[in-house]
């Protein structure tokens, strides 16, 4: 897997975290103070999930290049849902008024 790849798959994550936690806030329903948290689970597991699936989409096999582009995966899309979602919420309330 080259950067493009990553940095494709890790704009992928970031846009699916956002929505799959503001899902998550709606289903659960109550304002809680852990919604960082809640981003942050969201993104390491559609991290693993997608990274895992492209692998079986693509037939390879699990190298130590692959695994790490995968450690690196999670790691981006931590930064970004703990950094990204609070500016993203702060966008969306922005858009509300």
């Known amino acids: 897997m080259n950067v493009q790849l990553l940095m494709s798959g890790v704009f992928l994550v970031s846009l699916l975290t956002g929505l799959t936690t503001e899902a998550i806030k709606n289903l659960i329903g109550d304002e809680r103070k852990s919604d960082n948290l809640i981003a942050v689970i969201c993104a390491c597991v559609l991290s693993i999930a997608i990274s895992v699936g492209y692998v079986m989409l693509h037939n390879l096999t699990f190298t130590t290049e692959i695994l790490i582009t995968i450690v690196a995966m999670i790691y981006l ?16 309330k922005q858009l509300g008024k």
């Open 77 to 92: 899309s931590f930064l970004t849902a703990t950094i990204g979602y609070d500016k993203l919420v702060q966008t969306l």
